[in-house]
């Protein structure tokens, strides 16, 4: 069956780096895109981008450029979200999700929460 | 790019019937078919309802359905239930390549 088991939660300073993983199973890892979306406390939904998980390409939505940073370790199926020069304002919840055609995200991670204070 | 527009909540009764619409404009809900509603409790990961308008995936009840108008698309959940209380989001394809994010509608169950 098909998972996506993100890393667990951090507790990080202002001005530090934080990398969250997404782990794949169950299906080719390579076959579909994988996407980030960011949720604030007590807010919506905000799309950040996607990565080809064939060529490694990444695509980042606007406001999430700079800073942010799609990676991914294929051997593993695993896709990374690394901020850097973290900000209060970078607290919330990161899912990835894939991305089956078009905008049908079928399968989530259960979320990581990336906290910033200091 | 902006957020669709979906109002904040809407109420219901068991039983009953609710649509909650999600606004956007010609460049993302009205120029594609290519419109998701996503279910989330608290605490929990969004979970897929409707995708390319009016599909729903397999295991979604088929009181769940979605359709499109212009630039506003709809859900509409019919004989609601306690365990459909939850917040909604829809999103779209966008002419940018992008997607967007409707802000989220909270759904009570009186």
């Known amino acids: 069956q098909v998972q996506l088991v993100q890393s667990g939660s951090e507790l990080k300073k202002p001005g530090a780096s934080v990398k969250v993983s997404c782990k794949a199973s169950?299906?080719?890892?390579?076959?579909?895109?994988m996407n980030w979306v960011r949720q604030a406390p007590g807010q919506g939904l905000e799309w950040m981008g996607w990565?080809?998980?064939?060529?490694?390409?990444?695509t980042y939505a606007q406001g999430f450029t700079g800073r942010f940073v799609f990676s991914l370790e294929s051997s593993v199926s695993t896709a990374y979200l690394q901020i850097n020069s973290l900000k209060t304002e970078d607290t919330a919840v990161y899912y990835c999700?894939?991305?089956?055609?078009?905008?049908?995200?079928?399968?989530w991670g259960q979320g990581t929460l990336v906290t910033v204070s200091s | 790019q902006s957020a669709l527009t979906q109002p904040a909540s809407v109420s219901g009764s068991p039983g009953q019937s609710i649509t909650i619409s999600c606004t956007g404009t010609?460049?993302?809900?009205?120029?594609?078919?290519?419109v998701s509603w996503f279910q989330q409790h608290p605490g929990k990961a969004p979970k897929l309802m409707i995708h390319?308008?009016?599909n729903r995936p397999s295991g979604v009840s088929n009181r769940f359905s979605g359709s499109k108008s212009g630039n506003t698309a709809s859900l509409t959940i019919s004989g609601l239930q306690a365990e459909d209380e939850a917040d909604y989001y829809c999103?779209?394809?966008?002419?940018?390549?992008?997607?967007?994010f409707g802000g989220g509608t909270r759904l009570t169950v009186l």
């Open positions: 999700m894939r991305d089956l055609s078009m905008l049908r995200f079928d399968y």
């Open positions: 169950g299906y080719t890892f390579s076959s579909n895109s």
């Open positions: 990565i080809n998980t064939n060529t490694g390409n990444p």
């Open positions: 010609s460049s993302d809900v009205g120029g594609y078919n290519y």
């Open positions: 390319d308008v009016s």
């Open positions: 999103s779209s394809y966008t002419s940018s390549s992008t997607v967007v």
